[in-house]
């Protein structure tokens, strides 16, 4: 089993309905990760959280929310989706600081919002 | 703020022959640097950082890479590539002190059989 699942993988949604994209964790890490992945643009910051009560806006927040509802699950939600959210959208994990340095990624949830 | 350069979107090279992936960056202080590589339908994998000490890091699969800090370049190479190492590379650094990482666009790599 994957150590960072994500769910769904695939999503096709309309203009206006809200979604919701899921991150499990069994790393056991307290800083979670949601990013965004456009062609020629790399990874986008959303949203990252340090521990179940500490939840931080990255750079591309607006349109987006975040709830970590325990240590290993955290989940983003566009609550009305318009397409230039489609995208592929990854969670990520790690453990304590930037010096250990290793970002553990799940396989990637692709969103399109028609 | 930090930020992160990849000034190729693709480099191509032959199986057997080296290879090289660029990155350049700024950040305050001294900075912490890392590969990841994307797969086709996977999400990214670690291959390597420079945190301190020896410039010349080893990682996964055979990469390495060289910090130079004058240059501000943390330039991602294998001596003899593979048609497997097709992938999207991507180099991201971190402040000290800071909280995230900061990615760079990627470069696509092709190995030519």
């Known amino acids: 089993d994957a150590d960072v699942t994500q769910t769904p993988r695939n999503r096709i949604t309309k203009t206006g309905k809200r979604i919701m994209l899921e991150c499990s964790q069994t790393k056991g890490h307290d800083r979670m990760y949601w990013y965004r992945q456009d062609p020629g643009l790399g990874l986008q910051l959303i949203y990252y959280?340090?521990?179940?009560?500490?939840?931080n806006k990255g750079e591309i927040s607006d349109g987006y929310s975040v709830s970590r509802q325990a240590q290993a699950k955290f989940s983003l939600s566009l609550e009305s989706a318009i397409p230039n959210q489609t995208a592929l959208y990854f969670c990520?994990?790690?453990?304590?600081?930037?010096?250990?340095?290793?970002?553990?990624f799940g396989e990637g949830s692709r969103l399109t919002v028609l | 703020a930090q930020s992160v350069a990849q000034p190729e979107d693709q480099v191509n090279v032959a199986e057997g022959n080296p290879l090289t992936v660029k990155c350049t960056y700024s950040?305050?202080?001294?900075?912490?640097l890392f590969w990841y590589v994307q797969y086709p339908n996977r999400g990214l994998q670690f291959l390597l950082k420079y945190i301190t000490g020896d410039n010349l890091v080893k990682g996964s699969y055979g990469f390495e890479a060289e910090f130079n800090k004058s240059q501000t370049s943390f330039h991602l190479k294998k001596p003899s590539a593979l048609v497997s190492d097709s992938a999207l590379y991507f180099c991201a650094v971190a402040a000290p002190g800071g909280q995230n990482f900061v990615f760079g666009p990627g470069t696509r790599l092709s190995v030519l059989p």
């Open positions: 990520a994990t790690s453990d304590r600081g930037l010096r250990t340095g290793e970002l553990f």
């Open positions: 950040v305050s202080g001294n900075p912490y």
């Open positions: 959280s340090f521990d179940v009560k500490d939840i």
